[in-house]
Each structure stands twice: as structure tokens, then as C-alpha cells.
């Protein structure tokens, strides 16, 4: 199956500084991003995804770049609030599939 | 509208003990999931259901079982449980196959097993 790994496990940053995860996969054959936001106590949630027909796609702070040759996937999150400190997740998958292999986490801090 | 409502939050168990966490979601979702979530490990889906009727193994199944009750609900059950079942368990949905829509998730069981 896929293995999909997720870097660094843990980021601090400053309020209004810029922060960047990084994931990398093993099949080829995955085709779909997403990337998932989990606060204190609650499930995660969908913030934003990309498909492998598309290099990068934005949503207003958030952005999500796709390199296939060297198969890894990157979350920006530009201007940092303190709302944005949670444990973010990517995850792949074959994109018509019905389960997604996710990243071990990474739990981002941002300091006020 | 509630989403997607795990019961219990919280259960404690002894080993060899057995426990059914239940699931329900008010969206009318086809597609419903069990992830297990362990400290460094990330999710890891255990067994869903792609619709009403239908259940397959995840990743890691073993230990557990599963009912789709109906297209609301979907349980999970704990035969004779062991403390390396201990984990937060989470349930999800989606209106169709997981990666033309998001999963949405209730916000888990923490199961303890002693």
C-alpha cells in the first residue's frame, strides 16, 4: 500500500511568519492531496486538496504545491495567526479509491 | 445538523472486555469510515463502508468488526479487547468515494483498555 510521510512532527513559528509541511509518497499511482486541519479535541477537517493534474493551488493563506516526478506534496500557510496552531495531516490517494493513507502529522504552534 | 456524533467520547475497559462504538451522521453520506488515530502514527482506516450493505477492510482490521446498520449508521465492536487497542478512534463520512469529496469526522472516542 502507500506510505506517505510527513516533516517536521513538530513547527513553532512566529505570528505573521510564513509555515511550511512537507510530505512524501510511495505510489505513483496516487493522484489526489489532501491535507487535513485538527484542533485540541476534535476531528480533522478537510482545509484544502490537489489533484496531480495541477502544480500548486491557493486558498486565500493556504496554499499546496505537487512535485510528481519527485513524489512529495507541500502545505504554505502564509501569515500566521495563533487560530492556525493545530496538528495538520496530508494524506494520498488513487483518486476514485475509497480510503486515504495518511501522514503521521505535524502539530504547528504559532506564538503570539 | 449535527454531522457526524460518536458515542461514547470516553470508555475505559478491561481486557478481554467487549464494547460496540457507535456512529451515526445526519448527511446523508453513502460512505462511512473507522480510523484508529495512535500518538506518531497518523490515522489508519480500519474498515468502511463504501454503501448501505457493504463493509471492507482497511488497514488494519484485525481485532475488530463492523456493522452498517443502516445508511446512517455504522458501529464498530471490540470482541475481547487488548491494551494495544487503546487509541482515539474516529468516525467519517462522505457523500461519495473519498477522493472526489471531503471526509467529515466526529470528533472521536478516546478508548482506554487496561
Known amino acids: 500500500g502507500e506510505n506517505v510521510e510527513q516533516h517536521p512532527s513538530t513547527l513553532s513559528v512566529q505570528e505573521g511568519d510564513s509555515a511550511v509541511i512537507k510530505c512524501t509518497y510511495s505510489?505513483?499511482?496516487?493522484?489526489?492531496f489532501p491535507w487535513y486541519k485538527q484542533e485540541l479535541g476534535k476531528g480533522p477537517q478537510l482545509i484544502i486538496d490537489i489533484r496531480s493534474n495541477v502544480g500548486e493551488k491557493k486558498d486565500q493563506r493556504i496554499a499546496v504545491t505537487l512535485n510528481k516526478t519527485a513524489k512529495h506534496f507541500s502545505l504554505h500557510i502564509t501569515e500566521t495567526q495563533p487560530e492556525d496552531s493545530a496538528v495538520y495531516f496530508c494524506?494520498?490517494?488513487?483518486?476514485?479509491?475509497?480510503?486515504?493513507?495518511f501522514g503521521t502529522g505535524t502539530r504547528l504552534t504559532v506564538i503570539p | 445538523n449535527a454531522g457526524v456524533t460518536q458515542t461514547p467520547k470516553f470508555q475505559v475497559l478491561k481486557t478481554g472486555q467487549s464494547m460496540t462504538l457507535q456512529c451515526a451522521q445526519d448527511?446523508?453520506?453513502?460512505?462511512m469510515y473507522w480510523y484508529r488515530q495512535d500518538p506518531g502514527m497518523g490515522l489508519r482506516l480500519i474498515y468502511y463502508?463504501?454503501?448501505?450493505?457493504?463493509?471492507d477492510k482497511g488497514e488494519v482490521p484485525n481485532g475488530y468488526n463492523v456493522s452498517r446498520l443502516n445508511k446512517r449508521e455504522f458501529s464498530l465492536r471490540l470482541e475481547s479487547a487488548a491494551p494495544s487497542q487503546t487509541s482515539v478512534y474516529f468516525c467519517?463520512?462522505?457523500?461519495?468515494?473519498?477522493?472526489?469529496?471531503?471526509?467529515?469526522f466526529g470528533d472521536g472516542t478516546r478508548l482506554s483498555i487496561l
Open positions: 448527511m446523508n453520506h453513502n460512505s
Open positions: 505510489d505513483s499511482a496516487s493522484n489526489y
Open positions: 494524506a494520498a490517494s488513487i483518486s476514485g479509491a475509497n480510503n486515504l493513507f
Open positions: 467519517a463520512s462522505t457523500l461519495g468515494r473519498v477522493t472526489n469529496q471531503p471526509q467529515h
Open positions: 463502508s463504501a454503501s448501505e450493505g457493504t463493509t
